[in-house]
């Protein structure tokens, strides 16, 4: 296979616990070519979308890696584009879900969907299964939030286009900070936020639950908040612990698997603390490497069993 991928600049990127280089090195491993290309790499000449990519090749250096000169293709030209860029989700990211989705439109096979990327909103969409998700507020009026925060008592506020746990704020009633945080996360009510109530079982860690092609992996990554933190995120100092799905874990991942499948969401990371749904990351979910290091489960070995199988 050729198979594409659209990152971050690899010079950002840790060799260690990357997720999408694990995927590389495994497609590596099994002789399919790849290529890499940054956001700016895809463009449109007249209708027909582009893209300039150059081959890679993981090396054995302190460089790791070996890339070719550019070359301008069609998307199609690729067995497969992963679109593996990080958020935030702003309007340059907005901008590509449209261009991807006019190459899928030309017959190039996009994962994930680019629709469905732009659609998936990876904190809203949890607002599609209510029955696992805490109690949540949605909005930009910081009314509306204290009210929310007087029924609750205790709730974590966060932006709708974050990653790595950037900006999430745990409020109680007795916080002396209440105004100049809501008025900061929402910018003075010109930006829309999520509430959540405080699931306090975040100090057993916020679950990452891998959905591949609508099946999840049999073990959980659980960041474990450092002493004295609020966010479980690796990105904020927590720590990953593998551990095997629960009963409930396996519904939740079971049944959101199947309708992220529907919607073309291949690769996709769940984040459940305790017993519920919290958010549904489809951009660039990780946690691969920790799983495959503490458990028997290879993440992107299962991954590409599953994307040669399309």
Same mark, same amino acid.
């Given at each position: ?9 690899? &010079?950002?990127? *840790? $060799? ?8 590389? +090195? ?5 002789? &399919?070519?790849? !290529? ?36 301008? &293709? ?9 679109? +593996?860029?990080?958020? /935030? ?15 899928? *439109? ?23 299964? $209510?029955? !696992?998700? /805490?109690? !949540? ?5 910081? =009314? ?14 966060? /932006? ?17 900070? %209440?105004?100049? %945080? ?59 612990? =593998?551990?095997?799905?629960? @009963? ?14 529907? *919607? ?25 490497? @920790?799983?495959? =290091?503490?458990? /028997? ?14």
């Amino acid at each position: 296979m050729r198979i594409a991928l659209i990152l971050d600049s690899l &010079h950002t990127l *840790k $060799p260690h616990k990357d997720s999408s280089l694990a995927m590389m +090195r495994e497609a590596a491993s099994r002789g &399919h070519e790849l !290529f890499v290309a940054l956001q700016d790499d895809l463009f449109l000449r007249q209708e027909q979308a582009r893209l300039r990519a150059q081959s890679f090749e993981f090396v054995d250096d302190e460089n790791w890696f070996v890339v070719g000169d550019y070359i301008e &293709h069609a998307p199609q030209d690729f067995d497969v584009v992963l679109m +593996r860029k990080d958020p /935030p989700f702003d309007n340059e990211f907005l901008y590509t879900t449209y261009l991807l989705e006019l190459a899928v *439109k030309q017959g190039a096979r996009v994962l994930n969907n680019p629709s469905a990327i732009r659609d998936w909103n990876e904190k809203l969409s949890v607002a599609n299964f $209510p029955q !696992f998700s /805490p109690e !949540f507020l949605v909005a930009r009026d910081n =009314a509306l939030i204290r009210e929310f925060l007087r029924a609750h008592g205790d709730i974590v506020v966060k /932006p709708l286009d974050g990653m790595g746990g950037s900006s999430i704020f745990r409020l109680t009633q007795l916080d002396p900070n %209440i105004s100049v %945080i809501l008025e900061t996360i929402t910018d003075y009510g010109k930006r829309t936020v999520m509430a959540q109530r405080y699931l306090p079982e975040i100090t057993q860690g916020d679950k990452r639950i891998i959905v591949i092609n609508g099946e999840p992996l049999p073990y959980a990554l659980a960041r474990i908040p450092m002493a004295g933190e609020t966010r479980g995120n690796l990105a904020a100092g927590g720590t990953g612990v =593998a551990q095997p799905l629960t @009963e409930r874990d396996v519904e939740i991942a079971s049944m959101v698997g199947k309708v992220l499948k529907q *919607k073309g969401l291949f690769l996709v990371g769940l984040d459940v603390i305790g017993n519920h749904l919290t958010e549904i990351n489809v951009t660039s979910p990780t946690g691969m490497v @920790e799983i495959a =290091a503490q458990t /028997p489960c290879n993440p992107a070995s299962v991954f590409m069993d599953a994307l040669e199988t399309l």
